[in-house]
């Protein structure tokens, strides 16, 4: 598996595991733990998760699937904005670790900016580094305007990632977010790799993909690892995605192939103001 360094050094896989809409149905419980499993053993210990994601079921479904193997994982989990203040972040968190059945999470993002001032989520981020039940602390959603704002913050040069949309058909971030991440050392992890599946029925995707002998979905996936530090974490239901996302990262598009996307997916020549789904 591929990894790329936090800003720590700390090494995690540039290819993890979404969970947005798991452990909602019964019936579909144990394919999604084999594929959560399944993912881990293929190299995929990056877990994704977030306490607003089946209102804490995708939480309870990370934690069934990863016991006996948290050493192993990195799980990245994301409280509410309305949650995230000092006052009550750390009952959100210990909320989360109850579900995820562990004793810290690895990385703790605010999911999207909301009412509570940054410094006072910073405060809270703190005491929960402090009490050792995060090791790293980050945010998802912001543009370049809420990342300056936050990193002249005391402590905020601190934050760990940011977490955003980005795929073929999202390539906002490409104009100014993403190089202003690079300049500051900030990973990006890439949400909705595969825009939730809308990507596959296009007819360039496809005519690549039969020249790889793989999936539209292997080539959107492929498409967005081409970048060499960034973290992609689609979410898979079942073994057979979860093998298929990690083949993905083995296929190596061409300049003739990255410009025929370039043309149907045209890289932004403005400032676009940051998508969120
Ligand atoms: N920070 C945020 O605000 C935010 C927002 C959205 C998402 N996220 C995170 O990012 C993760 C990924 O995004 P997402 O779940 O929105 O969408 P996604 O990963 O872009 O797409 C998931 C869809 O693609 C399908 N799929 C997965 N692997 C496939 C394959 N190999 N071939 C064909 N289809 C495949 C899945 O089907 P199956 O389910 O049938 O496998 C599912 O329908 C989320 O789960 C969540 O953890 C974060």
Known sequence: ?????????????????????????????????DALRFGIDIGMTLIDTAEMYGDGAAEALIGKAIEGRREQTFIVDKVLPHNASRKRMVEACENSLRRLNTDRIDLYLLHWRGGVPLADTLAGFDDLLGAGKIRYWGVSNFDVPDMEQLIRLSGGDAVTSNQVLYNLSRRGVEYDLMPWCERHRIPIMAYSPLEQGRLMKNPELRRIADEHSASPAQIALAWVLRKEHLTAIPKASSPGHAKQNRVALDIHLTPDQLAALDRVFPPPNHKMPLEMI
């Open 1 to 33: 598996m591929r990894t790329t360094r936090l800003p720590s050094g700390r090494e995690v896989p540039v290819l993890g595991q979404g969970t947005w809409g798991l452990g909602e149905r019964p019936e579909n419980r144990q394919n999604e733990i």
